[in-house]
């Protein structure tokens, strides 16, 4: 009898903890995020006209693995000069961050493609609400085996290649040998822009292709597997794997930024509605000269600022 | 005569401290396992309701293209990698692991089990990402090379799947065997019997339930496993025409599509239900391990 007592005692009291619990999590992240935006706005609101103004307050930024080692190289630096932020950068893909900062989990949420895409139908007013930093440009290359020989490819015989109808790469004008396709899952952002840009369509998974998930993993499977094809970004092309060249185009930095290689997509940083001044100050350095000039290029990408052509969302291209 | 009165005493204090304590780690743990089987199954359902798939569109569907102009959502060859590859694991490991175990209690006791035992425990202790990672530099190039195929496949999954649940396997058919009591094998000797026909008629025999056991918690394993496998098998949404060729598993598809689908999306949703009978499956593994313990009456 007093067993049962305690069991039923104790249940109720762990319910009543788990969900007090859980109440207090919840209140204690809204009042951290608070906290951070008005104290951001106390501190600055007396010393508006001082751009030197003391920010405070803490960021939380995920998605995008491919924008991560940028975010975070500029967190440190934006964390340096302002002592008072703290940001945190978490990876965990464009949808992750996309949903993230969608429901208001995270300040910042980085994607490698507009949010219109993935927040689609039901989703669309979501996508609404968010506001497009656009910080970086990302251009893919399509890369092969070093022994496949062939140098450049036109957009047909991508196509070719990538729904299976080419199998050999002796029909474009290669070596005799077996084209293996390296591809990036139905999701990837990166093959989500090769297939817009690139090939024009998207395209099925072709039965015996190889998915990898992460670029590091592509670059070794395309450097070591014999009459491999695949997509990299530029960042990660060298010796291991030969470069294509598009419709006879070098995927070069300048190409891109001039606009005459076309498979290339901005690197965005969501935030849900108009940000507040410590994101807004963190968004405003990533596009000051230093950051796109110095990390930008450092880790590999192209400054958005340097674009000579824009793009929306529905891909129309036109020159700045 | 009166009642003696009852007196709070101190042991009665810390009784009730410690089972209070004890309750709530047991409510705790059941409310954690409960919320997250709940969370998972309704999450995983959601893809069935008000959707166009239907459970068997799902189950036996064979085209996946979550992302094309007409989704489909067929989970099949996922369902049939992730058997595939366990199956083929549970098939190369469960000899190795029983000759080790034996090697460890009947053939070698002493030094045997003071080499094999801590070489396994560390097998045991590799993170899965080594693994996967020692199946690409080492696996997957030597398969190339000596198989045809490009060395990714179900064969090199189901290879690293077996190193890896090599330790489990091992650990519970030891421990199984050096639980044998002592006299039964006292008697076969005592009956003439040799070393190889006690072990294979009266050893073998006795403890099989519990080798059993090893052997699907190790298949347990193998079916949950994600990182290793899906770094190794090529993840193509297709059933595999041979063992060399490019091939997916429910944890492989999981994890490459997961971050890059928006939650509530028909794909994001579409991976919560393989979530779900991937912990569907767990049960039944668990279900299986009960029903061998239940015979295991040493």
Known sequence: MQFKKTWVMTLALTSVLALSACGNNNGGNNATTNNGGTNAAATNAPTETSSGAELSGSILASGSTALQPLVEQVAEKFMDTNAGVDIQVQGGGSGTGLTQVAEKQVDIGNSDVFAEEKLKDADAEKAAALVDHQVAVVAIAAVTHPDAGVTTLTKQQLVDIFTGKVTNWNEVGGADQKIQIINRPSSSGTRATFESFALGTKTEDVQGSIQEDSSGTVKKMIGETPGAIGYLGLSYLDDSVKTLSYDGVDPSVDNVISGKYPVWAYEHMYTNGEPNETVKAFLDYFLTDEVQTGDVVELGYIPASQMQVSRDVAGTVTTK | ?298
Not at chain 2, 274 to 291: C, K, P
């Open chain 2, 1 to 298: 005569m009166k009642p003696k009165k009852a007196r709070i005493e101190k042991h009665h204090i810390e009784d009730f401290i410690g089972r209070t304590y004890m309750s709530f780690c047991v409510a705790l743990l059941i409310i954690i396992i409960v919320s997250m089987v709940y969370f998972v199954a309704s999450k995983g359902i959601s893809t069935f309701i008000g959707g166009d798939v239907t459970v068997s569109d799902f189950l036996f569907g064979t085209k996946w293209s979550p992302e094309g102009d007409t989704p489909s959502f067929g989970a099949f060859p996922f369902i049939a990698g992730s058997f595939l590859v366990t199956l083929l694991a549970a098939l190369i490991a469960s000899p190795l692991s029983l000759c080790a175990a034996l090697f460890m209690t009947e053939i070698v006791p002493g030094w045997g089990k003071k080499l094999l035992q801590p070489v396994i425990e560390l097998l045991a202790g590799i993170p899965s990402v080594v693994y996967g990672f020692i199946g690409l530099s080492v696996i997957v190039p030597f398969l190339r090379n000596t198989l045809p195929g490009q060395g990714i496949g179900v064969a090199a999954g189901a290879l690293v799947l077996a190193v890896m649940i090599l330790p489990t396997i091992t650990s519970v058919a030891a421990d199984a065997l050096a639980s044998l009591p002592q006299n039964l094998k006292e008697s076969s000797f005592a009956l003439g019997a040799t070393r190889w026909q006690t072990i294979s008629r009266v050893i073998i025999p006795t403890t099989f339930p519990a080798i059993m056991t090893g052997i699907v918690l190790g298949m347990a394993r193998a079916f949950g496993e994600a990182l290793a496998v899906q770094m190794v098998i090529g993840n193509a949404p297709f059933i595999p025409r041979s063992l060399f060729e490019s091939a997916s598993t429910l944890t492989s598809v999981i994890t490459l599509g997961m971050g890059n689908t928006t939650m509530g999306s028909a794909h994001n949703n579409a991976l919560w239900s393989m979530a779900l009978v991937l912990m569907l499956m767990t049960f039944v593994f668990v279900f299986l391990v009960r029903l061998l313990e239940r015979r295991n009456k040493i």
